[in-house]
């Protein structure tokens, strides 16, 4: 079974806030869970080519150079083209690296305009 776990994207401050960091808050993990100010991102269970967790919302770049961004769809974690939503794949598919997220890096949603 795969660990349940999330980070939390703060839409006010632009901050990303870790699982153990949201516990040890004064709202406490409440507030970071029903928050309408608090994007939860959930832990995909898998990680990268090279070891890093793989959150909904991280941009990670496959072996062929393709920008693929993680999103829940369906009940399943799959990698998504942007510009295309009938584009996408089970993030196991191909090796992939998380190079940032929609929300720390803009600049990497640009590439797909």
């Known amino acids: ?6 980070k939390f994207w703060l839409k ?8 153990f960091d949201a516990i040890d ?4 993990i409440e507030y970071f ?9 959930q832990f995909t269970g898998l990680t990268d080519t090279n ?4 959150y909904e919302s991280d941009i990670a770049q496959c072996d062929r150079g393709l920008l693929w961004v993680i999103k829940f769809i369906n009940g399943c974690f799959m990698a998504c083209n942007p510009v295309d939503e009938n584009d996408y794949c089970m993030i196991d598919d ?4 998380v190079v940032g997220n929609e929300h720390q890096n803009p600049e990497l949603m640009r590439e797909f305009e």
């Open 1 to 6: 079974m795969r660990e349940i776990k999330f």
């Open 12 to 19: 006010d401050d632009e901050s990303m806030v870790d699982w």
């Open 25 to 28: 808050s004064v709202g406490g």
């Open 33 to 41: 869970m029903l928050s309408d100010e608090v994007d939860r991102l």
């Open 51 to 54: 070891g890093v967790e793989i």
């Open 94 to 97: 191909y090796p992939l690296a």
